[in-house]
């Protein structure tokens, strides 16, 4: 008691005490790390247009995207949807964070009775559109968006208000977004005489002789690239050369695939269902519960049948069983559970009535038996179909389905159309709602067979894992020093395998499953470093970082082979131009000079200033800016083009009358850039703006 009474009196010295002690032991944590008390470094997840990004704001928004498709799609997310959620909304916020400044400066923003106009009024956003159409009839109603917002206030989980947040959020962003490039799109403009040339350019045609020599056919010793034209072209085209973080990598992948032990399991196992599979009168539910495939109740003919079986369903019994067999990986037991003639099309129409909010089930149906009242009695089928369906896309058509085979439809459809006799109505429920059906027509019959087949799928077992995992550990540590794995791979006639330019952020590799991890692993590792072994689907893969390409300016020795092919182009143009400078001295014969050269003159007809290409060479603009220029009759200089060196000569200029005025032109080319304006201005900002992706820290 006397200690307590003691620190009680001494309360204000001791507190003091206790405040240096924590506040050394933070500042001591601090400096370790280096970080310090203002800085949230660590929480950084990007740094865009001078702007820093927590990490907490990204993951926030990802949570709620993820929420937004787990309601819309339902279910839980993989893998490869949360890859593209984290893009999404990435992307997003780089669009926020660049377009800010832009929105400020040019005070463009979105006024509430606009996002109204957006949720329930005349311009209906298209994200509302998507999220409230309804996914069987394809129609969008109004009246559901005002039911999910009247239903919110009773979902006591918070889910719903949460999502419509999230969902004004986008709204917004997007409005505010369309109106800039809007105001971008209104302040251009194209001339009349903008107009007037362009026509030009495409009423003019001309038709012309030329030679060619293609770049190539220059001898590689009359060619000489030295180091000082690298260099000096690097100088020069520096800006060419910028590159993002980036990696190249070698691997070898373990496939895990099937042993004999695993495939002799998995035909014992559909072996032991034989009797049981043979005996049972439902064989549907048998296959459904027993099988990797689910039971497929087509009726399909001899010829659409696999050849280990065909044979077997129309020479046998109804009731037969045949198998195990073994086809595309799989073993198989089928059983013959019908056999008819069935027609190999029919041709229907029908009403749909949906089911759904605001119509029940047995609505539904009441007014789908009134309609057949009505058509029996003598009303027309297509003018009911036309006011009455909700399938809009049959509906224009009197709900006309025209032909179709089996299968094509949901299986309720189809099993009672295929059953149905030519001119019957009757009504169907599928999972869109009610139907009315017509069979209008019946193709020509044929024999078919239906079969109900028991699939067992040849899997690895655990133990077949672990024998590939085993191997690729042996392999992976075997690996003493870096040029150890070009070695080892030789020794073990092994596949290397190569990814080349990984980003940073990348989530892909061409026929790896999911390899964000590995790819995460490359950008923390050197040049050289061996990676551990890592289990990506049915593969094990073992990877040797073979390139790390900074972010900044490409090295000039990682971009000489490059330099090199660019100037030995330049160079042999350059020779070839020279050339025929020499053998087109004191002449106007387009002949005499390709006879000096040895070439053949060739011919082309039809071009026009805005032509992509010309018979004979392809892709050569500079060759065809300078023939739709060139006078009638006078011959071109020497033109280096893309592929060859060419001279031509102009033998025909005709002038097509326009088949529009140029006010016409006006606004074409008018709507044409601002189509482009919007999306052209936030690439030219996005590029402009300093971008410094950190997510690879914590992804």
Not at 590 to 596: Q, V
Not at 656 to 667: G, K, M, R, S
Request: charged fraction near 25%; hydrophobic fraction near 40%.
């Amino acid at each position: 008691m006397a200690t307590l009474e003691n620190i009680r009196k001494r309360g204000p010295l001791v507190a003091t005490v206790i405040g240096l002690a924590l506040l050394a032991f933070i500042l001591g944590d601090l400096l370790n790390s280096g970080t310090t008390l203002f800085s949230s470094g660590r929480y950084e997840v990007a740094e865009i247009a001078g702007q820093s990004v927590h990490i907490q704001e990204y993951q926030n928004k990802i949570e709620e995207l993820t929420e937004m498709y787990k309601s819309q799609y339902g279910g839980a997310v993989d893998a490869g949807l949360n890859d593209r959620v984290r893009n999404d909304v990435w992307e997003q916020l780089v669009q926020n964070y660049v377009m800010k400044k832009e929105y400020e400066a040019t005070g463009v923003g979105v006024h509430s009775e606009e996002v109204f106009d957006m949720v329930q009024g005349q311009s209906i956003s298209p994200m509302i559109r998507n999220l409230f159409t309804n996914p069987q009839t394809g129609a969008f109603n109004p009246q559901d968006v005002v039911n999910y917002l009247q239903n919110i206030k009773f979902d006591k989980t918070g889910a719903a208000k949460a999502q419509w947040l999230y969902i004004e959020k986008e709204l917004l962003s997007q409005r505010v977004y369309q109106k800039y490039q809007n105001l971008i799109a209104k302040g251009l403009y194209v001339t009349e005489n903008q107009a007037k040339r362009e026509m030009e350019g495409r009423s003019k045609v001309v038709s012309i002789s030329y030679i060619a020599q293609v770049l190539t056919s220059v001898a590689p010793e009359k060619i000489k690239v030295t180091d000082a034209d690298i260099k000096k072209y690097y100088k020069e085209h520096k800006k060419k050369f910028k590159q993002e973080r980036a990696a190249d990598i070698a691997y070898v992948s373990f496939d895990v695939t099937p042993s004999a032990e695993d495939q002799l399991k998995a035909e014992e196992d559909i072996k032991s269902l034989l009797n049981e599979f043979t005996s049972t009168e439902n064989a549907e539910q048998f296959v459904n519960a027993n099988s990797d495939a689910k039971f497929d109740p087509t009726n399909y003919k001899k010829e659409d049948l696999s050849a280990n079986i065909a044979e077997f369903a129309f020479s046998q019994p109804l009731g037969s069983v045949f198998g195990p067999y073994f086809e595309n990986g799989t073993f198989k037991l089928s059983k013959i559970t019908n056999r008819k003639m069935v027609p190999d099309s029919i041709k229907a129409r029908h009403i749909l009535v949906s089911v759904n909010n605001t119509v029940t089930a047995e609505a539904a149906q009441a007014k789908a038996d009134s309609l057949k009242k009505l058509i029996q009695s003598g009303t027309a089928f297509a003018e009911l179909a036309m006011v009455n369906s909700d399938d809009k896309g049959s509906a224009m058509q009197g709900g006309d389905l025209n032909w179709f085979t089996e299968g094509r439809m949901v299986r309720e459809f189809n099993d009672a159309c295929f059953s149905a006799k030519k001119g019957e109505l009757l009504t169907v429920k599928t999972q869109f709602g009610i139907h009315l059906i017509e069979v209008t027509d019946i193709g020509t019959g044929s024999e078919k067979a239906q079969l109900a087949t028991l699939v067992h799928e040849v899997n690895p077992s655990t133990k077949t894992f672990q024998a590939f995992y085993n191997s690729a550990t042996e392999f992976a540590n075997s690996i003493k020093k870096s040029s150890d794995f070009d070695t080892i791979i030789s020794q073990k006639r092994l596949e290397k395998r190569i990814a080349g330019n990984l980003g940073e952020m990348d989530f892909n590799i061409a026929g790896l499953e999911q390899p964000r991890e590995l790819i995460s692993w490359v950008f923390k590792g050197e040049k050289g470093d061996i990676s551990k072994v890592y289990e990506l689907g049915n593969r094990f893969v073992v990877a040797q970082i073979t390139e790390l390409k900074e972010k900044g300016f490409a090295s000039i020795e990682s971009v000489k082979p490059q330099i090199e092919a660019i100037l030995t182009t330049e160079m042999q143009g350059a020779f070839l131009a020279e050339e025929f400078k020499k053998a087109a001295e004191g002449q106007n014969n387009l002949t005499a000079i390709a006879s000096k050269l040895q070439l053949e003159v060739k011919n082309a007809d039809n071009i026009s200033f805005s032509a992509f290409a010309i018979t004979g060479a392809g892709n050569e603009p500079k060759l065809i800016g300078t023939v739709s220029n060139l006078e009638k009759g006078k011959l071109s200089k020497p033109i280096i083009g893309t592929n060859a060196v060419y001279i031509a000569i102009v033998n025909e200029i005709t002038e097509n009358p326009a088949t529009q005025t140029a006010t016409e032109e006006q606004l074409r080319m008018q709507r044409s850039i601002a189509g482009r304006a919007g999306f052209q201005s936030y690439e030219a900002l996005r590029q402009a703006s300093e971008i410094n992706d950190l997510r690879s820290k914590f992804f």
